[in-house]
């Protein structure tokens, strides 16, 4: 603050600052946060772990082993639910960090089962799935 009272700029001592604005960034990261995110990258799974993740949902029973949160677009294990996937894969815990991507997968895996919805959320176009954002 005491830089901009100067009146001979070689009495400044900061250094040249270096930034951006940039307009409406509230409205990506706040507003519009229900949307996916989707960064795109290669992904390291093996396709056959998508098929994997889905069946291991697909045992799930809804407020019994899952919690959904359609306004807000999030899924939740129950304890149960928890327990239920480390015995079926085979694991002590499911957020142990070893474990990161298997919850991250299956949390999108219960995501796409339960929230997407085909032609709203999401289209098949030319054997791709392509998401859909409302807002743009």
Do not use: C, W
Not at 10 to 15: G, I, K, M, Y
Not at 96 to 124: E, F, G, P, R
């Amino acid at each position: 603050m005491r830089d901009h009272l100067v009146y001979d700029p070689t009495l400044r001592v900061q250094r040249p600052l270096y930034y951006a604005i940039i307009d409406e960034v509230d409205s990506i990261l706040i507003d519009e946060a229900r949307t996916l995110l989707i960064i795109a990258g290669k992904s390291q799974l093996p396709k056959n772990m998508y098929k994997t993740y889905d069946a291991v949902i697909k045992t799930l029973e809804k407020d019994v082993h899952y919690k959904v949160d359609i306004e807000s677009k999030t899924v939740s294990f129950t304890e149960e639910g928890i327990e239920k996937i480390q015995k079926i894969l085979g694991i002590d815990n499911l957020y142990d960090l070893k474990n990161q991507h298997l919850n991250h997968y299956l949390m999108q895996s219960m995501k796409a089962n339960t929230i997407l919805q085909k032609d709203v959320d999401y289209i098949v176009e030319d054997n791709q799935i392509k998401l859909v954002d409302m807002n743009t």
